[in-house]
Structures are given as structure tokens and as C-alpha cells.
């Protein structure tokens, strides 16, 4: 199976410190996006970011970056002076352009921000 | 320009009964994703629907399972027959064309927690 894996489970920082999220994924195809959701405690999805496989361009937004490396199939999300509000599950998923809204997400790595 | 509406949010059957969720996509999205995320892991795709048509139904359990998106109405998500392994957030997403590439969206709706008791 083409799946994503997000190795840390949970993580947790003091407020203000940077975290980087890790997110590896795989895939057969040569067109394909990365998605980042973000699922705050009231349990909803907040969509962060879309990357397609022909842009590698890393993206800064806000406190928000990530960083696209086909080479090594992976695309981290770092947090930069992380706030108490950036506490949630956050998930890396990955879909093909020949399926649509499919998407195969990872299994989410849980933020923990203390003040 | 209301986002994907889901209901209920939150859904409490006894085992043996009879669950069904609906979605409303965005106006203008024909294209609906079930998918599934049992407590404490990612979203899991069940099935892809448009108007009338189930797509792919891949991710769906064989028994118990189906779905619809009718010509007129939202779509919905039959569990009949409920057991306590059902019990997950049952999330809707929604997209104006098949090739996400061409529009870049996919939208989720807030989730419909089922409890099986």
C-alpha cells in the first residue's frame, strides 16, 4: 500500500519554541498533492496547505512553512514560535490526480503547546 | 457561501439500530468523500460519490454500509444495524471536480461523531 507515515505520535513543546512535524510519504505516481490538516480539540478539519508533486517550492505562511523534498518523498511542516492555539493533531495526507478527493492520510502527530 | 454541512453532529444508536448521516457539499461541488476516523487514528476513505453515481467504493465494509448522493438532497451514509465498532467521526468532503490538480480544493465538513452504545 502507498502510505503516509507521520513517525511522531505525539510532541510537545513549550510555547514559543519551533516544532517541525514530519510527514513521509509513498507513491507510483508521477502527479500527485500533499495536504496538511489541522484537527483542533472541537474535532474539525482545517485545511493548511495543498502542495502538487511539480512544485517543490517550499511555503511560508505566517508562523507556517513546509518543506517539499521529492528526493526524499517527504514534506515537513514547521511551526515557528508556536502558540498555546497550535495544539492539535495534525495530518499529512496524500492523494493522485487520477482519484480525486481519495486521499491516504497519516496516522496525525498530536501537538501539545504549554504555556 | 455555506461550507460542507454535515448532520447530525453527533449521533447516538444502540447497538442493532439503524444510523444515517447526510452531507450537504458546497453549492456547486458534485463530487462527495465519505471517510472514516476511528478514535485516535488518521481518516480512513470509504467511498466517492456523484450525482447518482457511486464512483468508488473501495474503502466501504462489505455488510451493514452504503451510500447515496441523489439527484436532489444531500448525500447520506446508511450503517444499519449498528455495533460498538462503529463508533468513530464520520467526516464529508466535497470537491468541484474529479481532478483536484484543475481546482486545488477539497473541502471537509465538521464531522458526525456516532456512539454506539
Known amino acids: 500500500a502507498q502510505k503516509v507515515t507521520q513517525a511522531q505520535t505525539e510532541i510537545s513543546v513549550v510555547e514559543k519554541e519551533d516544532v517541525t512535524l514530519d510527514c513521509v510519504y509513498e507513491t507510483r505516481d508521477t502527479t500527485y498533492y500533499l495536504f496538511w490538516y489541522k484537527q483542533p480539540p472541537s474535532g474539525e478539519l482545517v485545511f493548511l496547505i495543498r502542495r502538487n508533486s511539480f512544485d517543490e517550492q517550499n511555503e511560508i505562511s505566517g508562523r507556517y512553512s513546509w518543506n517539499f523534498q521529492k528526493s526524499t518523498s517527504s514534506f515537513n511542516f514547521t511551526i515557528t514560535a508556536s502558540q498555546v492555539v497550535d495544539s492539535a493533531v495534525y495530518f499529512c495526507a496524500r492523494g493522485s490526480n487520477n482519484q480525486g478527493g481519495k486521499l491516504i492520510f497519516g496516522q496525525g502527530t498530536e501537538l501539545s503547546v504549554k504555556p | 457561501n455555506a461550507g460542507v454541512m454535515q448532520n447530525p453532529r453527533h449521533l447516538v444508536r444502540r447497538r442493532g439500530q439503524e444510523a444515517r448521516l447526510r452531507c450537504s457539499p458546497m453549492?456547486?461541488?458534485?463530487?462527495v468523500y465519505w471517510y472514516r476516523q476511528l478514535p485516535e487514528e488518521g481518516l480512513k476513505f470509504m467511498v466517492y460519490?456523484?450525482?447518482?453515481?457511486?464512483?468508488?467504493e473501495s474503502g466501504m465494509p462489505k455488510e451493514r454500509f452504503s451510500a447515496e448522493f441523489p439527484k436532489e438532497g444531500p448525500s447520506i451514509l446508511r450503517i444499519q444495524q449498528v455495533v460498538r465498532g462503529d463508533s468513530a467521526a464520520y467526516f464529508c468532503?466535497?470537491?468541484?471536480?474529479?481532478?483536484?490538480?484543475?481546482?486545488?480544493?477539497?473541502?471537509f465538513g465538521e464531522g458526525s461523531r456516532l456512539t454506539v452504545l
Open positions: 460519490l456523484q450525482k447518482e453515481n457511486i464512483i468508488d
Open positions: 468532503a466535497s470537491s468541484h471536480d474529479a481532478h483536484l490538480l484543475n481546482t486545488g480544493e477539497l473541502f
Open positions: 453549492k456547486g461541488h458534485s463530487h
